[in-house]
């Protein structure tokens, strides 16, 4: 079985760049049966896709944020991450790793705990 | 404003049948599966329902999922305290360029 866990800073400055990390148990990053994905949650509201990357390199990103976000995997450690450029007080959420199924993209099976991110000098 | 539409609030008494619904348009709902998630306090979402209508395994047959159209919905049967939570659609979207939407999410009470 799969297991995720987030990790990376908890604080991160307006205008700066948030950066987290995935790390994959339980199973290969280079499976060709997932896509890896990363979804938010501002305090007291919903879910928000940030984007999804296969293995091979392949991204999908929200529109909404695409030109902030970059979604990377490094199949040698087995983990992939997230950056997200020039954050503002709108950025403050959990953001979960989560993986879906190759073909389902909307399937996520697997979750990370969520790592809250607050954004504010 | 999310793509998909949900009612921000449901509630049932113990042992009743609740349904939640979810619209959408002809570019998700209407052409591609919908996902249902439930959520916790305090957790993670977790799968509930995928392909419009399976279950995981471990996810109790009170919960089911149907599809009409542009249209979906989530129902819970048998209502228990422990399914108090909040419950989110998702699908793909055609029309996007990105991974695909959320709803904005039920929060379900049981009285």
């Known amino acids: 079985q799969l297991q995720l866990q987030e990790s990376g800073p908890g604080l991160v400055k307006p205008s700066e760049t948030l950066s987290l990390t995935c790390t994959v148990s339980?199973?290969?990053?280079?499976?060709?049966?997932?896509?890896w994905g990363w979804i938010r949650q501002p305090p007291g509201k919903g879910l928000e896709w940030i984007g999804s990357?296969?293995?091979?390199?392949?991204?999908y990103y929200n529109p909404s944020l695409k030109s902030r976000v970059t979604i990377s995997v490094d199949t040698s450690k087995n983990q992939f991450s997230l950056k997200l450029s020039s954050v503002t007080a709108a950025d403050t959420a959990v953001y979960y790793c989560?993986?879906?199924?190759?073909?389902?993209?909307?399937?996520?099976?697997?979750w990370g705990q969520g790592t809250l991110v607050t954004v504010s000098s | 404003q999310s793509v998909l539409t949900q009612p921000p609030s449901a509630s049932g008494t113990p042992g009743q049948r609740v349904t939640i619904s979810c619209s959408g348009s002809s570019s998700n709902i209407g052409s591609n599966y919908v996902y249902w998630y439930q959520q916790l306090p305090g957790t993670a979402p977790k799968l509930l329902i995928y392909r419009n209508n399976q279950r995981p395994s471990g996810v109790p047959d009170r919960f089911s999922g149907s599809k009409s159209g542009t249209s979906a919905s989530l129902a819970i049967s048998g209502l228990r305290s422990e399914d108090e939570a909040d419950y989110y659609c998702a699908a793909w979207d055609d029309s996007l360029s990105g991974p695909g939407v959320f709803g904005g999410g039920t929060k379900l009470t049981v009285l």
């Open positions: 989560a993986t879906s199924r190759f073909g389902e993209l909307s399937r996520f099976d697997y």
């Open positions: 339980g199973g290969s990053i280079s499976s060709s049966s997932y896509y």
């Open positions: 990357i296969y293995y091979s390199g392949s991204t």
